[in-house]
C-alpha cells in the first residue's frame, strides 16, 4: 500500500456535497492544503491535475485528490455534476501530519466497490454534515470517532483499490487470479447450506480442476479439499448447537451420502464424534441459563429486601 496505516489515521477537516448548477459551463482550480477524496453521483466533466492527463468525471467515479498539488476541472454544462468531498488530514498516534511528499494513491481508483464506497461516503456525511474544523465543537466527539473510523476503513480500501492500477501482466494475471477465488468465498459464505465440490468451484471460475487448484492453493494458503471439508465442519457444528436436526439430517444437510463418513471426518477435525460435541454443547448451554436464572432470582430477592 501507498500509506502505512499501523501508524497513520485520517482526522476530517471538511465534509459536504456538491451540487453544481445546470447551464453553467463551470471550471474549478484548486490548490490542496489537506487531502480530498471524491466520490460523484451526477452529472459529466473532466478533471486534469498539472501537466497530467485527463480525467473524465461520471457516476461512480472516486477520486483522491492530494495535498501540493494543482487541479482543474469543468463540467458539461447539460448535465450538471453532483459529488461527496471529504477533506483530511493523515496524522500519526502523536498528532502529527503526515508528510505530503510521502507517496500517495494515483488521482483515480479504478477498481473498488462503488456501492460499498458511496455507502460509506453517506454515513460519514450522515454523521457530519457540512463539518468544518473551526466548528468541530458542535459534533459529539462519538459522532467524530466513528466517522473517522469508518473513514480509515475507506481509505484504507481505495489504498488497496489502487494497486489494481498497476499494469504489468503478471500482477494482472495475479489479480485475475484472486478475485476469482474471492467471489468464491464470498459465495461460500452467503450460501453455506448449498452442497458444494471442488469441480463445481472450478467450474464456476472456468479453470480446470487442476488449475484451479493450484491457483486456490496460491491465494489462500489451503487446498481447496481441505477448505470444503473446514467449512462443512464449521456449518455442522452451528448445526448441531442451534437446530434439533438429526446427526443423519445434519450429514445430508452438508452433501454426505454416508453419516459414518461425515462423523468420521467430524472426528478427525473437532476431536469428538458429533453426538459428543452437540451433548457437550447443549449441557453447558444448560448449565449457563441455570446460572443466569439464579443470579436473576438472586437480584430479585435483593430488591425485595427493606
Known amino acids: 500500500m501507498w500509506v502505512n496505516w499501523a501508524v497513520y489515521r485520517p482526522r476530517i477537516t471538511v465534509t459536504g456535497i456538491s451540487n453544481w448548477v445546470r447551464g453553467e459551463p463551470r471550471g474549478w482550480r484548486a490548490s490542496l492544503v489537506d487531502h480530498d477524496i471524491l466520490f460523484f453521483l451526477a452529472g459529466t466533466g473532466s478533471m486534469k491535475a498539472k501537466a497530467d492527463r485527463e480525467v473524465p468525471l461520471a457516476p461512480g467515479t472516486c477520486l483522491w485528490l492530494t495535498p501540493g498539488r494543482i487541479y482543474e476541472g469543468t463540467q458539461d454544462p447539460n448535465d450538471p455534476i453532483r459529488n461527496y468531498y471529504i477533506h483530511f488530514e493523515l496524522v500519526d498516534s502523536a498528532g502529527r501530519a503526515r ?156 452433501g454426505y451420502r454416508q453419516t459414518s463418513f461425515f462423523s468420521t471426518q467430524f472426528r478427525q477435525k473437532v476431536g469428538c464424534t458429533p453426538r459428543s460435541f452437540r451433548a457437550t454443547r447443549l449441557k453447558s448451554a444448560s448449565e449457563r441459563a441455570a446460572r443466569l436464572r439464579a443470579a436473576a432470582r438472586d437480584s430479585s430477592s435483593d430488591d425485595l429486601q427493606p
Request: no cysteine; hydrophobic share 40%; proline share 6%.
Open 99 to 254: 508528510p505530503y511528499e510521502q507517496p500517495t494513491p494515483p488521482e483515480q481508483i479504478r477498481e473498488f466497490d462503488a456501492v460499498a464506497v458511496e455507502g460509506m461516503f453517506r454515513r460519514i456525511s450522515t454523521l457530519l454534515p457540512y463539518f468544518r474544523t473551526d466548528q468541530r465543537g458542535r459534533f459529539a466527539p462519538e459522532r467524530i470517532a466513528v466517522a473517522e473510523s469508518i473513514l480509515h476503513g475507506l481509505l484504507m480500501d481505495l489504498d488497496f483499490a489502487s494497486q489494481h492500477d498497476l499494469t504489468d501482466d503478471v500482477v494482472g494475471l495475479q489479480r485475475v487470479h484472486t478475485e476469482a477465488i474471492m467471489k468464491i468465498l464470498v459465495d461460500v459464505q452467503e450460501r453455506p447450506d448449498e452442497p458444494r465440490t471442488v469441480q463445481s468451484l472450478a467450474n464456476s471460475t472456468g479453470y480446470s480442476v487442476a488449475h484451479f487448484s493450484r491457483v486456490f492453493h496460491t491465494v489462500i494458503g489451503q487446498w481447496p479439499e481441505q477448505f470444503l471439508i473446514d467449512q462443512r465442519m464449521e456449518r455442522a457444528k452451528m448445526l448441531l448447537t442451534t437446530s434439533s436436526l438429526s446427526i443423519h439430517e445434519v450429514a445430508a444437510k452438508l
